[in-house]
């Protein structure tokens, strides 16, 4: 007897699905804001270079691919970016609580509304207080009730890109390989984009068995990917 797609749920349902996790000795990329790619080492000694700083790989290890981590002290740190989002969800204003304005035609561009200095920034930035300096940046604003619902947002999206890096390691596949190599050394690949390397290989017609010669001046990116 066959089976119906009703019976097939039953059984869909209780199949566990394993989830890949980064294995020790794994090379990995680690995205930043979804344009700034970073080739990692997944070692419990290799670091990697994030801005101006190296940041330790060891938390990378056995950890899920696709999970988010906030850079602190050199360190990644389990986190959970729809929750860090979530957190300044207080912060913005509305319209008719005159917490927000209707237009911008208060702001002006100098900089002098902010009554945090730079000493207390960077103090906080130090210590790991992150969210809670982005929070700080704009109640200490004496433009925040200047700006619409739509500029306090920006403001808080800025502000937490700038001072609170939130990053995902995912599986460098083919195509994020050469997206990343795209977007910091295009030189190295012959500026290949991603659908561009995907029209090479559908044109190229490989197939398994096949002996095919492969000329490669991209530092082994179609080699890799045929």
């Known amino acids: ?12 349902s209780h199949v566990e699905v394993a989830v890949p996790r980064v294995l020790e000795g794994e090379w990995v990329l680690i995205v930043d804001n979804e ?10 000694t290799a670091t990697v ?24 002290n050199g360190k990644l740190i389990p986190a959970d970016p729809k929750a860090h989002k979530e957190a300044f969800d207080d912060l913005v204003g509305n319209e008719t609580t005159g917490t927000a304005a209707v237009d911008n035609r208060e702001l002006t561009d100098f900089n002098n509304t902010q009554a945090m200095t730079q000493d207390e920034v960077k103090e906080m930035k130090e210590t790991g207080q992150k969210s809670e300096l982005v929070r700080k940046l704009a109640e200490n604003s004496a433009s925040w009730t200047k700006r ?3 500029s306090q947002e920006k403001y ?21 390989i050469t997206k990343a190599y795209f977007a910091k050394k295009a030189f190295r690949t012959q500026h290949i984009r991603p659908d561009t390397i995907g029209h090479i290989m559908s044109l190229s017609n490989l197939q398994s068995g096949l002996k095919t010669l492969v000329i490669d001046d991209c530092i082994g990116l179609i080699l890799g990917t045929a």
């Not at 007897?1 to 869909?12: I, K, P, Y």
């Open 49 to 72: 270079k994030m801005g101006k700083k190296p940041i330790k790989c060891d938390a990378l290890i056995g950890a899920p691919y696709g999970s988010y981590f906030e850079v602190i």
């Open 156 to 176: 808080i999206r800025k502000k937490a890109q700038k001072h609170q890096v939130i990053v995902q390691v995912v599986r460098p596949t083919a195509a994020l």
């Open 148 to 150: 619409t619902e739509y």
């Open 35 to 44: 344009t700034k790619f970073s080739f990692a080492f997944a070692t419990p």
């Open 1 to 12: 007897a066959r089976l119906s797609w009703n019976d097939m749920e039953g059984v869909v």
